[in-house]
């Protein structure tokens, strides 16, 4: 049974981390909403007993799997990409988890007061968070990873052990994120982090990752998404 990916049809956003793991693994699934429209995925938020928070949730079989981070952490073992050892599994997880955490900060340097704002409602606060954010928040994360990676006692290549994870993908996807929001602070946090940019390239080489990013369901990045280019605010 294909797995159903439930996300928006036409952004990239938190669940393209789902997709790239998918991808990646040559997964049987379906992205939804893209083919039958929002009206099932909106449904799907009422299903009891474990009714997801909102978009992306997975369906596999009966199971019904809501935000990122939970849904990679079940993808991972069953597509190949997490390492077998229950540290591994939970260190994966944790850098999941921070990467969720650089993604929310990146939302909110554009919606810093409310997502039920437009940007324009709320420019002078964005500003403000936005010079925070590419200032320090950039580089404090792009430097973590750095740091994981020089780390990792199994090689720089990977996050975690010495093959590809899915945080490896979400890695790639947060820089690409980055660097089409915010292109200037990016450039100049990744001339600091030469082992995020190995891997990032590492990433986008694969046969199945480089093939989908050619493809039409790669979702181009837009000012709908939680990454939005506004020149404004990449100083």
Known sequence: MAYELHYWPAIQGRGEFVRLALEEAGADYVDVAREDGID??????????HPPFAPPY??????????????????GPRLGLV????????WTHQIQLTIADAVAE????????ASGL????????????????????????LGWLERVLATNPAGPRHLVGDRLSYADLSLF????????????????ALAATPKVVALHRLVAARPRINAYLASERRIPF???????????LDG
Do not use: C, W
């Open 40 to 49: 099932g995925m909106m449904a799907g938020l009422d299903r009891p007993p």
């Open 58 to 75: 997975l369906r596999d079989g009966d199971l019904v799997i809501g935000q990122t981070a939970a849904i990679l952490l079940h993808l």
């Open 83 to 90: 390492a077998e050892s229950e540290a591994d599994r939970i």
């Open 106 to 113: 990146a939302h909110d340097s554009h919606h810093p007061i």
């Open 118 to 141: 437009y940007y324009e409602e709320q420019r002078p606060e964005a500003a403000r968070r936005a010079r925070d954010f590419r200032e320090n928040r950039i580089p404090k994360f």
């Open 173 to 188: 996807q947060l820089v690409e994120g980055l660097a089409y929001a915010f292109p200037l602070a990016t450039e100049r």
């Open 222 to 232: 837009d000012e709908d998404g939680i990454f939005r280019r506004y020149p404004e």
